[in-house]
């Protein structure tokens, strides 16, 4: 398989696509294991200690974080790194992430040269376990999502969320076949009313349709927890209460992550209101989603979706080592990365063709 350099302001490093990130991402997932390698001094100074680099997320069975953790992992393992990847496998809450956090910060301390990369369920509650974390002198790293103060936070790798989700307005819009002087319904599905990745994409979006869509009415929002069941079911629940034969009939979904995009869908190819790809007109609700999942492309292809946001964990998972690693060795980040590094996102359409779409789908177990 082919390696694809890519580039987001820091130096190059490099990427595994296709089968290669499949196959990193299982042994990333068999290999966890927690690291005790007692006291040594930490970032700048000099240490003959293996580094240790702790990895907690939210809901890491999510084909984003799996996608994060091969990246992660083989980053890792070309440093000689001590990879702990950790967070409920299916959960993204606080109150799942937290115990995680501190169990971790606890191991960190006695594992030093090490480091924390977090990726906040919500950026309040894990505040203070980042303070605390930062007294006991181990750098935090932000993933994905972010502390509520930065000022706390050595580095900070994500997605463009802001421009997804203009960009996602842009794409749900021309689904709908949206023209001046008509209205247009549709609602927001969403993991947590707190992420920032969830509140920076809704922004954009509601940002987005306030300056080009007037005629798009945002009727409600909803929060899954990043279970695609919870996000079925409120998705169904909608159904039900626009109905197409209602005064207010549903016109459109912005589903802001991946799990959201899976309940979605499958709610809508149960009620027979799902587009394909020659048919997304009255009577079908158009679909725009959040995240290259497999699962999720495919039902791009068939027109399920009007387009999915992509975003590409696997290199945020390669930058948060590499910057962590770089940091516990030099005291500093690497040369020409700033402290917020942000990433590009991509739009697939149903009308990518294969090889476009096969090169932004996440890695999978």
Same mark, same amino acid.
């Given at each position: ?38 006291s040594a001094s930490v970032?700048g100074a000099s240490s ?103 000022? %706390? ?5 994500? +997605?463009? @969320? #802001?421009? &997804?989700?203009?960009? !996602?307005?842009? /794409?749900?819009?021309? =689904? ?33 349709i306030a300056k080009k ?37 549903? %016109? ?5 992550? +991946?799990? @959201? #995009?899976? &309940?979605?869908?499958? !709610?809508?190819? /149960?009620?027979?209101? =799902? ?91």
């Open positions: 398989m082919n390696k694809e350099s890519l580039t987001s302001g820091a130096p190059t490093r490099t990427r595994w696509t296709g089968a290669k990130a499949v196959v990193a991402a299982s042994l990333a997932v068999s290999s966890i294991a927690l690291v005790g390698l007692g970032a003959s200690k293996k580094i240790t680099i702790a990895f907690v997320v939210g809901a890491e069975a999510d084909p984003f974080f799996i996608s994060m953790n091969a990246g992660a992992q083989a980053e890792a393992t070309k440093l000689h790194v001590d990879l702990i990847w950790q967070g409920n496998p299916s959960q993204y809450s606080p109150s799942t992430q937290i115990p995680v956090v501190q169990q971790v910060t606890t191991q960190l301390a006695s594992a030093k040269p090490s480091a924390l990369v977090l990726g906040p369920t919500d950026p309040k509650a894990l505040e203070p376990y980042v303070k605390v974390a930062v007294k006991k002198h181990i750098p935090v790293f932000n993933v994905d999502s972010q502390d509520a103060s930065l000022k %706390n936070i050595t580095g900070f790798v994500t +997605g463009n @969320n #802001a421009q &997804g989700g203009q960009a !996602a307005a842009d /794409a749900l819009a021309g =689904a709908m076949g949206y023209t001046a002087g008509k209205t247009y319904n549709v609602v927001v599905g969403m993991t947590s009313p707190t992420a920032t990745t969830n509140v920076l994409r809704y922004d954009g979006f509601k940002a987005e869509y007037p005629g798009i009415k945002i009727l409600a929002e909803a929060y899954s927890q990043s279970s695609p069941t919870t996000a079925n079911t409120n998705i169904q629940n909608w159904l039900t209460e626009y109905s197409q034969s209602s005064k207010t009939p549903l %016109n459109g979904i912005f589903a802001i992550d +991946g799990t @959201n #995009a899976e &309940g979605a869908a499958s !709610a809508l190819q /149960a009620g027979g209101l =799902a587009c394909s790809k020659t048919v997304c007109g009255s009577g079908h609700v158009a679909l725009v989603g959040y995240d290259a999942y497999s699962s999720n492309v495919s039902l791009l292809s068939s027109g399920v979706f009007a387009a999915l946001i992509a975003q590409d964990p696997y290199q945020e998972g390669i930058d948060s080592v590499f910057n962590a690693y770089t940091y516990l060795k030099t005291g500093k980040l690497p040369k020409g990365v700033s402290k917020t590094t942000t990433l590009p996102n991509v739009t697939l359409l149903s009308t990518s063709n294969s090889t476009f779409l096969a090169k932004y789908t996440y890695a999978t177990a």
